[in-house]
């Protein structure tokens, strides 16, 4: 009799020590990880880019920076800047691979972070949407971008999130890269800053919020 209740307490010590790891452990690990984002904004790296349509996401990201005091150090594959805000990280990333190899720094960073892909967020421009113009999606196709193709490629899904600053389609016959690579004009310029402001509100309400309740809130404003 003895005997069988010194191996029945055994194996309650044993339940009890397995079940209390596996309430306390995953909980901690699970909710450091869910909050967690890779905010990556696309662009070209040299100083002939820095103005350019086609790097707003660097942009952004660079004037988010500025705006929150945090600074931008170069590691492997970019620039890497972390933001912490209401007990979420951002991490934020300016690939310096160039626009059309933008998935290598993603994945690599995404796994290096290990962040999950719906805390994924890509900030890159579209000719698509009238200048100023900020939706994101959750989904979609390339749309011709050279940067979301290779993320698409790398990543081997087009559900990722992605935050389209619109800069117009204002280019006569066969001047799309002239116009893309080319810089902002006065008057765009003019109202840049106000969009960047509100560019950070997209960015802090996708961590806060949610991506769903940040598109029903800044789609299309």
Wanted: glycine content about 8%; hydrophobic content about 35%.
């Amino acid at each position: 009799m003895l005997f069988y209740f010194y191996i029945d307490a055994i194996v309650m010590c044993k339940f009890l020590n397995i079940f209390f790891k596996r309430k306390l452990r995953p909980i901690d690990e699970g909710q450091d990880y869910m909050k967690k984002f890779l905010i990556v904004g696309l662009g070209n790296i040299g100083v002939e880019y820095c103005n350019t349509r086609h790097n707003i996401g660097f942009k952004i990201l660079d004037y988010f920076a500025k705006k929150e005091e945090v600074s931008f150090e170069t590691v492997k594959l970019g620039d890497k800047a972390v933001y912490k805000f209401k007990g979420r990280t951002f991490v934020f990333i300016k690939p310096s691979t160039y626009m059309n190899l933008s998935g290598k720094a993603v994945k690599y960073w995404l796994e290096k972070e290990k962040i999950p892909l719906e805390n994924l967020l890509i900030i890159t421009d579209d000719l698509n949407l009238p200048f100023g113009s900020l939706r994101l999606k959750t989904k979609g196709s390339d749309g011709g971008h050279n940067g979301l193709k290779d993320i698409q490629d790398k990543l081997n899904t087009t559900k990722y999130n992605r935050f389209r600053f619109g800069i117009s389609n204002t280019f006569s016959k066969g001047r799309q890269v002239d116009y893309v690579l080319g810089e902002w004009s006065d008057e765009e310029n003019a109202k840049l800053e106000e969009r960047l402001e509100k560019s950070i509100e997209i960015i802090k309400s996708f961590a806060l919020s949610g991506v769903n309740n940040t598109m029903n809130n800044f789609n299309g404003k």
